[in-house]
């Protein structure tokens, strides 16, 4: 596949990047890899570090369309998807009411599970009544609502050092959220899927099983390299991973995912099909060198570039801008 059967002329790009969210290093890595992919191409492409006046930035800027490299709040969650439709921007990935929704754990399952998509049961609990006893039995998890990369995520195990019940002074996501969600713990391994949408409609690009080399697959072994191996593609049962496409697809449609996606599994591999749960979808998957989109798109014969020429024309597609506006 070369740029031709992709965007057949050039665009200006603004790529937003940055933020103020947790997830800040991880987007300015995604923005400027994107950045750097598009110049490649022969793109005139604008960095915006997002500040408290992007819009006037954005304003000032007037690109074709907007790459939305932003990782977690503000930037996943429907703001500034919601800025940008006001403004009249054509913009990569989900709209505002998908973003609203996906960002949102429990959101998220009232529009997946009665679809067929399993994922964990759990309920919200106020972190305050952790303190006087548990939400559910040992072990479970703990993940704030709307954040994510494993931001907060606290596994709560029989002899654990968290305290029984936890205690009011043990670091954790209590002492930064109110509320957070608590999900039955699940054994077995990590598995994740994208979704790239195209000319025939969305489809999946295959499944990496990660495997932290310490832990849990956390934040830092999300982003740092060495600390998890990817096995791409993942070295599980072919009716596993047709599962997992087929469900990573499903919840890219019933979400109303663009551009691409990519969503997480646990699989306890003991239990066979039975054992395999969506844990989320992300609307704007990262897109750093240690990213999981562009590897498995390598591994179907996509460049980089490529993919994120992909993302642009889908955007510039859903917007009805595709082939529109000034050259460059």
């Excluded at 992007?54 to 930037?75: K, M, Q, S």
């Excluded at 849990?216 to 991973?241: L, N, S």
């Excluded at 449609?253 to 997480?264: E, H, P, V, Y």
């Amino acid at each position: 596949m070369n740029a031709h059967q992709i965007l057949s002329r050039t665009y200006h790009v603004a790529v937003l990047m940055g933020g103020w969210a947790n997830e800040r290093p991880v987007s300015l890595m995604s923005g400027e890899g994107v950045a750097k992919a598009l110049e490649a191409r022969g793109h005139r492409v604008t960095r915006i570090d997002m500040d408290r006046q992007v819009a006037a930035r954005l304003a000032e800027t007037a690109p074709d369309i907007v790459f939305n490299a932003l990782h977690g709040v503000p930037g996943e969650d429907g703001t500034v998807q919601g800025m940008m439709d006001l403004m009249g921007l054509a913009y990569t990935h989900s709209g505002l009411a998908t973003s609203v929704i996906a960002i949102d754990k429990e959101l998220t399952k009232q529009a997946l599970v009665p679809h067929g998509v399993p994922m964990p049961g759990g309920r919200i609990v106020d972190s305050e009544s952790l303190y006087e006893r548990d939400p559910l039995a040992r072990p479970y998890v703990l993940k704030p609502v709307n954040e994510g990369s494993s931001v907060g995520v606290a596994i709560i195990t029989e002899g654990g050092n968290y305290g029984h019940p936890i205690s009011r002074d043990t670091a954790g996501p209590w002492q930064e959220f109110p509320r957070l969600l608590a999900e039955p713990y699940i054994r077995g391994r990590e598995l994740t899927t994208a979704v790239i949408d195209g000319p025939a409609g969305p489809r999946a690009l295959g499944v990496t099983e990660l495997v932290p080399k310490s832990g849990f697959y956390d934040f830092d072994a999300k982003y740092t390299e060495g600390m998890t191996e990817h096995v791409c593609p993942a070295q599980i049962p072919p009716a596993i991973a047709a599962l997992c496409e087929r469900y990573a697809v499903d919840a890219h449609r019933l979400l109303g995912c663009r551009g691409a996606s990519r969503t997480d599994f646990r699989w306890d591999d003991e239990q066979g099909e039975a054992g395999l749960f969506v844990l989320e979808t992300n609307t704007q998957p990262g897109m750093t060198p240690l990213s999981l989109v562009p590897e498995q798109a390598r591994q179907q014969g996509i460049s980089y570039e490529d993919l994120v020429e992909m993302i642009v024309a889908e955007g510039l597609r859903v917007h009805g801008r595709l082939g529109g506006a000034s050259d460059g």
